[in-house]
């Protein structure tokens, strides 16, 4: 930006350089004129050339200035643009830097929650193998319980064939009286 506006600095010198040029030739047409108004009809042709070319010079002068105007204000604008950019600029790194710190945030977070998660799977796997030993005693105890009854009921038997047999001894013994 600074280069744009040495040029335009130099252009302008350059413009106003032109414009003292056309003041002169404004001033070489108005003596010619003077000088053709003293020569009679034979300067006429050469006055009106010099006045066309004084009227060219400073309306080409005028355009000049108008354009040198127009680039000036284009420089300003761009200048002004450049600046509003560079605001931009430094506001969408500093969202960058905020998004960035979030998003720091967020990954120590799903770290935290990885590592609860991996600690729950952990446990849930003792619990698993816990209850897998519990169902295993209970089996176990089902079973030794279920051998408990058929013995229980192999007892009874026994019993009550003993019984029947006491029953049948004493039977027996009272067919014989000792008395």
Same mark, same amino acid.
């Given at each position: 930006?600074?280069?744009?506006?040495?040029?335009?600095?130099? &252009?302008?010198? #350059?413009?106003? #350089?032109?414009?003292?040029?056309?003041?002169?030739?404004?001033?070489?047409?108005?003596?010619?004129?003077?000088? /053709?108004?003293?020569?009679?009809?034979?300067?006429?042709?050469?006055?009106?050339?010099?006045?066309?070319? /004084?009227?060219?010079?400073?309306?080409?002068?005028?355009?000049?200035?108008?354009?040198?105007?127009?680039?000036?204000?284009? /420089?300003?604008?761009?200048?002004?643009?450049?600046?509003?950019?560079?605001?931009?600029?430094?506001? /969408?790194?500093?969202?960058?830097?905020?998004?960035?710190?979030?998003?720091?945030?967020?990954?120590?977070?799903?770290?935290?929650?990885?590592?609860?998660?991996?600690?729950?799977?952990?446990?849930?796997?003792?619990?698993?193998?816990?209850?897998?030993?519990?169902?295993?005693? &209970?089996?176990? &105890?089902?079973?030794?319980?279920?051998?408990?009854?058929?013995?229980?009921?192999?007892?009874?038997?026994?019993?009550?064939?003993?019984?029947?047999?006491?029953?049948?001894?004493?039977?027996?013994?009272?067919?014989?009286?000792?008395?």
């Amino acid at each position: 930006m600074a280069k744009l506006d040495g040029k335009v600095r130099e &252009i302008t010198e #350059l413009v106003d #350089l032109i414009s003292g040029i056309a003041e002169n030739t404004n001033l070489l047409a108005l003596n010619t004129a003077i000088e /053709a108004a003293r020569a009679g009809e034979q300067g006429r042709g050469f006055a009106v050339v010099a006045r066309k070319l /004084a009227s060219d010079t400073s309306h080409q002068t005028t355009n000049i200035r108008e354009m040198m105007a127009a680039l000036q204000q284009a /420089a300003a604008d761009s200048k002004d643009a450049v600046i509003e950019s560079r605001k931009e600029m430094s506001q /969408a790194m500093k969202s960058s830097m905020d998004v960035k710190e979030t998003f720091s945030k967020i990954e120590t977070s799903v770290e935290a929650i990885k590592l609860r998660v991996e600690q729950i799977s952990v446990a849930t796997e003792q619990q698993e193998r816990s209850t897998t030993n519990v169902n295993n005693n &209970i089996q176990s &105890i089902s079973e030794l319980g279920e051998n408990t009854t058929i013995q229980l009921d192999s007892m009874i038997k026994s019993s009550e064939q003993v019984a029947d047999i006491g029953g049948h001894q004493q039977a027996m013994l009272h067919k014989y009286d000792f008395a």
